[in-house]
């Protein structure tokens, strides 16, 4: 059985990461496992923004909804026949996913992409891009937006 590996971040990109990942595992009667990788920045889980670093109390319970929030994502496709695990890589980053999606035999790696600008990708890097440069597997990139 073929495993379609796809990075989740919960941005507006989400629900099309979703949708692509449902064609293509249809498609190619493909396994799929939903990873989203957590950072070890400890504000990276808060929604909205924060006067103070959450608590490790805190932390915890925002683990645990982000990977409830993943577990829903994943109920999406069971329901519509596809095999799907979840995977929530904690205090990791997208070189620890790309080497579990090395380990799970990974045939196609589904990422979205955000149309951040030249000087943001400059300064701060992307993800998608970084996923491009080391996967060893073809990736699919969902855009955020239409192209026009």
């Not at 045939?107 to 030249?118: F, K, Q, R």
Request: proline residues 5%.
């Amino acid at each position: 059985m073929n495993t379609i590996v796809t990075l989740v971040d919960y941005s507006d990109v989400t629900p099309k990461l979703i949708e692509q990942t449902e064609r293509y595992a249809k498609a190619l009667g493909s396994q799929v496992i939903l990873v989203h990788v957590v950072s070890k920045d400890p504000m990276a889980l808060v929604k909205e923004p924060a006067s103070q670093i959450p608590s490790e109390e805190q932390r915890r319970e925002l683990i645990a909804a982000d990977f409830k929030h993943l577990s829903s994502l994943a109920d999406l496709l069971t329901a519509v026949g596809i095999n799907v695990q979840v995977r929530q890589l904690v205090d990791a980053d997208i070189g620890k996913a790309l080497a579990e999606s090395e380990h799970w035999n990974a045939e196609l790696i589904i990422v979205g992409s955000h149309h951040h600008g030249v000087l943001y990708n400059w300064f701060v890097g992307s993800v998608t891009s970084d996923v491009i440069k080391a996967a060893n597997c073809p990736v699919l990139v969902v855009p955020a937006t239409p192209a026009k």
